[in-house]
């Protein structure tokens, strides 16, 4: 497997599509470790990560930033449109990229990459067209697992 780009969604793959308010109205995201340690090395080994969300959350933006994720698209309704973008971008083709998601908008992208995972407890029909369903949830190593099959175990 050749990859050079991994795409991941975010509620409910990088956190466990769980979104927190407080009293005064600001939103909390958990984010895993593990997950984080994967990414990093993944970068450290010359593939490029990008973060494609349906939603917008200056929590995203903080934990790409501190994982140093370079790309991060907010508020994107479609998904595919902006990894075409991206394939151009990097001069590859869809044989070159990964992609982990877990809700039916995630779907076209599951079909068309070369390489696809779903969280265990991603809906039914992401499951089942994905390449590979992790033994764990979103959020809770799901990304990790995905990007050790690509790169091999970590450490």
């Not at 927190?20 to 990560?49: C, P, T």
């Not at 265990?120 to 033994?135: G, L, M, N």
Request: proline letters at 3%; one cysteine or more; aromatic letters at 10%.
């Amino acid at each position: 497997m050749d990859i050079k780009l991994i795409i991941l969604d975010v509620d409910g793959v990088l956190t466990d599509g769980s979104i927190y308010y407080d009293s005064e109205g600001r939103e909390y995201k958990r984010f895993n470790v593990k997950d984080g340690f994967a990414i990093k090395y993944a970068l450290s080994q010359g593939i490029e990560i990008a973060v494609i969300t349906r939603r917008t959350s200056s929590m995203v933006e903080k934990r790409c930033k501190e994982l140093g994720i370079k790309y991060v698209f907010q508020n994107i309704q479609d998904k595919e449109s902006v990894c075409d973008e991206l394939v151009n971008r990097f001069n590859i083709t869809y044989d070159e990229v990964a992609y982990m998601g877990d809700d039916i908008p995630d779907l076209p992208l599951i079909k068309k990459s070369g390489f696809s995972g779903a969280p265990i407890d991603a809906v039914r029909k992401v499951k089942k067209e994905a390449d590979f369903v992790s033994v764990y949830p979103g959020g809770k190593g799901a990304v990790r697992e995905f990007i050790e099959r690509i790169v091999g175990e970590i450490g």
